[in-house]
C-alpha cells in the first residue's frame, strides 16, 4: 500500500507532463477572473461612454455658429466672433477689444440665453407682511 502512495506521488510530480489544460495554467491562476472582469468593464461601461461623449461633442460642433456665446476646456467664456470654414479654428470674442484663436475641438459647451423672471411667466411675489405680529 505504501508503494501505491509513491507512485501517485511520483506521477503528481512528474515535470515531463505538461499542465492538465492545453494552455498552460493560464486559466487556472486567480489573477484570470480579474482579468475577464476588467476586459467586461471596458467594454461594457468605458467604450460607450466615450463614443457618446464623442457624438455630443460633434453635435456641438454642427451646430456651432457666430455670436454664439460659448465655453471653452480652459473656462475662458466669449463670443463667436469666425468659424474658419478650411480648418479646426474659430475666433472668440471675449472683451470689446480682445480676441482669441482656439480650436474647435476645445469648445466644451454653448451657453444659451437665459430669460429674464418677467419673461419666463413665473409669479413675481414678495412674502405678505403679517400685520397680527406686535414688535415687543
Do not use: C
Amino acid at each position: 500500500m505504501l508503494s501505491t502512495f509513491i507512485l501517485f506521488a511520483q506521477e503528481a510530480a512528474d515535470p515531463a507532463k505538461g499542465p492538465p489544460d492545453g494552455f498552460g495554467g493560464l486559466f487556472s491562476s486567480p489573477i484570470m477572473p480579474i482579468l475577464i472582469v476588467m476586459v467586461l468593464f471596458f467594454f461594457l461601461i468605458i467604450l460607450p461612454a466615450q463614443r457618446r461623449q464623442r457624438k455630443e461633442q460633434e453635435a456641438v460642433m454642427a451646430t456651432l455658429k457666430k455670436n454664439d456665446e460659448v465655453v471653452t476646456t480652459a473656462g475662458i467664456i466669449g463670443i463667436v466672433a469666425h468659424i474658419k470654414e478650411s480648418g479646426d479654428e474659430v475666433t472668440l470674442k471675449i472683451d470689446d477689444n480682445a480676441r482669441i484663436r482656439v480650436l474647435k475641438s476645445t469648445i466644451v459647451r454653448i451657453l444659451k440665453k437665459e430669460e429674464s423672471p418677467k419673461d419666463s411667466g413665473a409669479p413675481t411675489t414678495t412674502p405678505a407682511a403679517n400685520t397680527n405680529i406686535k414688535p415687543v
